[in-house]
């Protein structure tokens, strides 16, 4: 009887991605660590035993994997080793083919001002694998693994979206390195009030018209970006040139985190657990106030993997969706470290029969291939996908010219007219209502507007 299995994976499976999760049982009461021997390379790395599970992230090579599987215990008689096979076929889901108009996948993509030198904000203690330009292609690389892996895992059928890889190396992503032709760095953190005007969506357009440019508006192309770059004040603890927003072919994050994101494949389960505490004196704490490396490189990949989902279309969901950092931490390591959830629950709000849908909101076509924050592939900014709107507000107020909404997932306003909308964020420095189409509302005691509801539609609910 073997008394080691793997749960997720058959031996002998064929995989079309390669840096795959392994999570297993082993039937030993003493034994607290596995080892692992992969071939080709016969390279060993040892994985915890928490509870008689394990978890593993094995980067296989191109071609068949065989792993060999032990326990590290004292006992007389331990489990028997594990054999167990895995191929990996690139071809399968991932491409080398960079300038192709037909394969839809997704860009790693590193973006910098030009004259600047692509340098990222880290601590002063040197143990974050450097801050240069080939440091942050490095971290790009796992974090684009993990982001395939994830999806992989997270959805049904092992499902999940191709990536451009290395020619000499299909195990490892490609990483586009593109330095920017319009803007200097200065000039690019003013716009729009130093981005805190309308949350860095003047920003965004301006990347995504220099990708467009870049790559000659190929539609096949959906951009994993990092903005190398921006600017902190350890006295005012703002930064300027940092975002997260998503939709249409672009999934746009700051590189202020990146000084706590793995190098190496090796290096993954020791950043997920990584308590050091940030230094808000040198770089930006962005980990919803916890405060740890583990919670930075959580919150902002799972941010990362947020917006690259809005461009592929998907909505803002209780769920996975919501707390997507949580979530891709619990899912490589065996050994979760300490979490707080208020900063999640907070922003997801719960679909109950205490709330009435009191009013739908359809955007104009005239805003069709107009850049917006949830800019996907639709006829409309705001479309209902499946059993779940795209995004639900919360109704603040209504007069007989107006309807206020608030977003908490954006700390958004939206303000709603009879042929218009508007938007601006919710903070005192934004003053400037802005521009986001010409729209109309709708009512389910409308029989003609409920047909239009039930094809796609904004939910607003009001308690």
Not at 70 to 76: F, G
Not at 91 to 97: D, Q
Not at 218 to 235: E, K, T
Not at 281 to 310: I, K, P, Y
């Amino acid at each position: 009887m073997t008394l080691i299995s793997i749960l997720n994976h058959p031996n002998e499976s064929v995989l079309g991605y390669s840096l795959v999760r392994l999570v297993g049982k082993v039937l030993s009461g003493s034994a607290q660590t596995l080892t692992i021997i992969q071939d080709p390379g016969n390279k060993k790395t040892k994985w915890e035993i928490k509870g008689g599970y394990f978890k593993a992230l094995i980067l296989l090579k191109e071609g068949a994997n065989h792993l060999k599987l032990l326990c590290d215990t004292d006992e007389e008689k331990s489990p028997p080793p594990l054999q167990w096979t895995l191929t990996y076929d690139s071809s399968l889901i991932n491409t080398t083919e960079y300038t192709s108009r037909n394969i839809q996948r997704v860009r790693p993509v590193y973006v910098y001002c030009r004259d600047h030198d692509g340098s990222f904000h880290t601590m002063k203690d040197g143990k974050t694998g450097g801050n240069d330009l080939s440091a942050a292609i490095r971290k790009m690389q796992i974090a684009a693994l993990l982001l395939q892996t994830f999806c992989a895992e997270a959805l049904k059928s092992q499902k999940t979206f191709a990536l451009e890889v290395d020619k000499t190396d299909s195990s490892l992503p490609h990483v586009t390195v593109l330095q920017l032709k319009h803007w200097k760095r200065e000039d690019l953190a003013s716009l729009s009030n130093d981005w805190e005007q309308d949350g860095g969506f003047a920003g965004y357009n301006a990347l995504l018209s220099e990708l467009n440019e870049y790559d000659q508006n190929n539609s096949s192309v959906v951009y994993f970006a990092i903005l190398g770059g921006s600017f902190y004040n350890p006295v005012t603890k703002k930064t300027r040139m940092a975002t997260a927003l998503g939709g249409g072919k672009l999934g746009l994050f700051a590189d202020v985190a990146l000084h706590t994101y793995p190098s190496s494949v090796d290096e993954i389960v020791a950043c997920w657990q990584d308590s050091r505490r940030v230094d808000v004196n040198q770089v930006r704490d962005d980990s919803c106030g916890r405060g740890t490396f583990w919670a930075n490189f959580a919150t902002c990949l799972g941010a990362s993997m947020h917006e690259v989902g809005h461009c592929f279309g998907c909505p803002h969901t209780p769920g996975v969706f919501t707390g997507v950092s949580k979530c891709m931490n619990n899912t490589c390591s065996i050994n979760e470290s300490s979490l707080n959830n208020e900063c999640f629950s907070s922003r997801i709000q719960q679909d109950s029969s205490s709330l009435k849908d009191a009013h739908y909101y359809v955007i104009g076509p005239d805003v069709i291939n107009r850049s917006s924050f949830e800019n996907v592939r639709g006829k409309e900014w705001l479309e209902r996908h499946g059993d779940r709107p795209f995004a639900t507000f919360t109704e603040q107020s209504r007069n007989e010219e107006e309807i206020m909404l608030f977003d908490s997932g954006r700390n958004m306003l939206l303000r709603l007219t009879m042929t218009m909308v508007h938007w601006k964020m919710n903070n005192p420095e934004a003053v400037t209502w802005n521009f986001l189409g010409n729209g109309y509302p709708l009512f389910l005691s409308n029989p003609d507007h409920k047909k239009i509801i039930e094809a796609h539609c904004c939910v607003i609910r009001n308690d």
